[in-house]
């Protein structure tokens, strides 16, 4: 289960690609976005993975930065970098350590079937390391834009769809005449 907002967020380290390790403790001081994602290089993590990309200096210009995590090796990390041109650092969690103390790692469903796995999960993380909002789970499409509008002080849920106004009914097309029955041949 996700933490909730206002609680302290779990403290970690991790392996990144960016050279070293990154910890919650040396990102004090400035908001952080900490993604947690399935697998590298896999649809769903490739869009949610480019839409960042995509936005980076949005989020950066908001004063964060951006973390995208998951179970795989640095060296996968890397070439998944690589080939879709990254510009945030991405961790690697072996073991789901992380995602299990964000609540990022648990039972799911697909076709029916359960079984234990990542959440795609987000959080923001505030200068002094509390959960500034979450979203777990994450649906990709414009999930970016709710954590930019979350950054921005602005509400992070999609707007309310207008109401429908109703529709004139249709006309009626006029009744044909109905055709003679026909006779059966003996």
Not at 5 to 29: E, H, Q
Not at 100 to 118: M, P, S
Not at 147 to 160: F, K, N, R, T, Y
């Amino acid at each position: 289960m996700a933490l909730d907002t206002g609680t302290k967020a779990p403290d970690f380290t991790l392996p990144s690609t960016s050279g070293g390790t990154v910890s919650l403790a040396s990102l004090r001081g400035k908001k952080t976005v900490l993604y947690f994602y399935p697998t590298d290089d896999t649809p769903g993590c490739t869009a949610e993975a480019c839409d960042f990309r995509d936005n980076l200096a949005r989020v950066t210009k908001l004063g964060a930065n951006v973390f995208g995590v998951s179970k795989d090796s640095l060296a996968s990390h890397d070439k998944f970098r690589g080939k879709y041109s990254l510009t945030f650092p991405l961790l690697s969690d072996a073991g789901n350590v992380v995602a299990r103390a964000y609540g990022a790692y648990g039972k799911k469903k697909l076709y029916g079937r359960e079984y234990e796995g990542t959440i795609r999960t987000t959080y923001i993380i505030d200068e002094a390391g509390k959960i500034a909002a979450v979203w777990s789970p994450v649906k990709v499409p414009g999930h970016v834009d709710k954590v930019l509008a979350a950054l921005s002080g602005e509400s992070a849920e999609a707007p309310a769809k207008p109401a429908k106004v109703a529709a004139k009914p249709a006309k009626k097309a006029p009744a044909k005449a109905a055709k003679p029955a026909k006779k059966k041949k003996n």
